[in-house]
């Protein structure tokens, strides 16, 4: 423990050592090609519809739409054209949790169950300790158990009482791990303290003041609007449209709930280059401002401060986040020693966000240019290669020609578990279905009792175990790959 807060602490030193005035570089001879660069990773990664903004100083020096709305739809990305920015979100809840600091209605290092007495979790040391702080930087012992957001909804005072049932897989502040359910429970806590929702928090709070007039945290509003992006994903290379994520229906709005437009969010990133300040006035205290972007947590590619990823890109220190949520990826990025702030958003699950934030930073800075785009298309490739070895040493263990041990009927069932409640399985053609609240997953038989999930919505196997008088007692499911299968007990009927 002493050795991370020192490397933190570190971190941070050399961070504000490093946040220095920089060579001015003229933007628009930098940005030459840079057009030519966007549509060819469009074309490679086959994006819809992408756009892309640069601040500087106050004064927006560059923003553009490019491609589709809609897959085979006519209307055109403007940088009006509001996206979903998923946990791009991470940010404005921090920004929330500050702004409530400095009404003094929460302190970053007080324990969370001073203000929420009921709360708790699996792991007695971090209910007694965990503070705002540990919620917004990832180190709560919890990995992501991220399964919950797609597949159970619940109101979110629920989803948060229910996080007593899901297993840490490292102690309390030991090391990194993202975390969305942390960030739910500090958007419920500013909420709370505040006596309104974590929407009405954001909505008064940031997207008023600053004039984020595009930007919405629910979906059914920006589907109210005239200019907004329609999600995307690829299907086995095949592009086509999909529905929008509802974060409202699982209750976990503060971890990406967010939609916006480049030109809002260059707004809000020029509300962070200014330390709170937006439209003449001090929205949030610089004090807090300042901890909201201090190095916090060792990362694996630098640190995480409060909503915020704190690195060193090619020896230029840099504040950034990306989003992800189904059929839109986004990036921004904030380089303190120029006053400058990029943003790219686009409507399908795809690593360009990336590729053209990094590629607009270098331009910006006049660094040799590099080929993020080679490089990401050279790691996916290894990705489906490592998958298809998954796949081949899983397939080596089957048992060939092993049967169930009992007719697939008596499989069927309810199943309980108190984080995701109760759940059905059923009989589906030759296999199962086990049926969640929002969603089912297909299972067909491996071997003996064990079935493989559909990879889709999960990796891994689901097994039945049998009681003594060789009846179905439990079913065991892989819904978080860093801890043991979650048991749920089948029910009598």
């Not at 600091?101 to 203000?115: A, G, M, S």
């Not at 007694?128 to 917004?136: Q, V």
């Not at 990995?143 to 109101?155: E, M, Q, V």
């Amino acid at each position: 423990m002493k050795l991370i807060k020192l490397l933190c602490l570190c971190a941070c030193l050399v961070w504000l050592a490093a946040v220095a005035p920089a060579a001015t570089v003229d933007a628009a001879k930098a940005l030459e090609g840079f057009d030519a660069s966007v549509v060819r990773a469009m074309r490679e990664l086959q994006v819809p519809g992408v756009a892309a903004g640069v601040i500087v100083d106050g004064t927006v020096t560059f923003a553009k739409g490019y491609g589709f709305r809609e897959l085979g739809k006519g209307a055109t990305v403007t940088p009006d054209t509001i996206f979903a920015v998923g946990s791009m979100t991470k940010s404005f809840t921090a920004v929330t949790v500050a702004a409530m600091v400095d009404e003094r209605k929460l302190n970053w290092d007080r324990p969370v169950r001073e203000y929420l007495p009921w709360f708790r979790m699996y792991d007695p040391v971090a209910t007694d300790l965990i503070t705002p702080r540990d919620l917004l930087t990832h180190r709560s012992g919890l990995p992501g158990h991220n399964f919950i957001r797609f597949s159970t909804p619940l109101a979110r005072e629920e989803l948060v009482r229910r996080l007593r049932y899901l297993e840490p897989s490292h102690t309390f502040r030991e090391v990194y791990q993202y975390n969305n359910l942390m960030y739910v429970t500090a958007g419920f806590l500013a909420g709370e303290v505040a006596g309104k929702s974590w929407e009405d928090l954001v909505e008064q709070r940031i997207f008023a003041p600053l004039g984020m007039n595009n930007s919405t945290v629910r979906v059914a509003d920006t589907q109210k609007r005239a200019d907004f992006a329609k999600p995307h994903l690829n299907r086995n290379g095949t592009v086509q449209p999909t529905d929008f994520y509802d974060y409202q229906k699982f209750g976990v709005g503060p971890n990406g709930a967010v939609n916006s437009t480049v030109n809002d969010l260059l707004k809000y990133l020029q509300f962070h280059l200014d330390n709170g300040m937006a439209n003449g006035r001090q929205l949030i205290s610089t004090a807090q401002m300042q901890q909201l972007h201090r190095p916090v947590t060792v990362a694996p590619d630098g640190s995480y401060a409060l909503g915020w990823n704190v690195q060193y890109h090619r020896g230029h220190a840099v504040l950034q986040h990306g989003g992800a949520i189904t059929g839109f990826t986004s990036m921004m990025v904030l380089i303190p020693e120029t006053k400058t702030g990029v943003v790219v958003l686009n409507n399908l699950g795809s690593s360009l966000p990336t590729v053209v934030a990094w590629d607009l930073v270098d331009r910006l800075l006049g660094l040799e240019p590099a080929d993020y785009l080679a490089e990401t298309i050279q790691r996916l490739e290894r990705g489906r290669a490592a998958a298809e070895e998954k796949r081949k040493h899983t397939e080596a263990l089957r048992v060939p020609g092993a049967k169930p041990s009992l007719e697939l009927d008596a499989y069927t069932g309810d199943y309980f578990h108190p984080a995701y409640g109760t759940i059905r399985v059923d009989r589906k053609d030759a296999g199962l279905i086990v049926r969640f609240a929002a969603l089912n997953i297909l299972l067909t038989h491996f071997h003996y009792d064990t079935f493989e999930c559909d990879p889709e919505y999960l990796d891994g196997m689901a097994q039945f175990h049998l009681n003594p008088r060789a009846q179905v007692s439990e079913l065991l499911l892989p819904l978080e790959p860093a801890v043991k299968p979650f048991v749920f007990l089948k029910l009598k009927r």
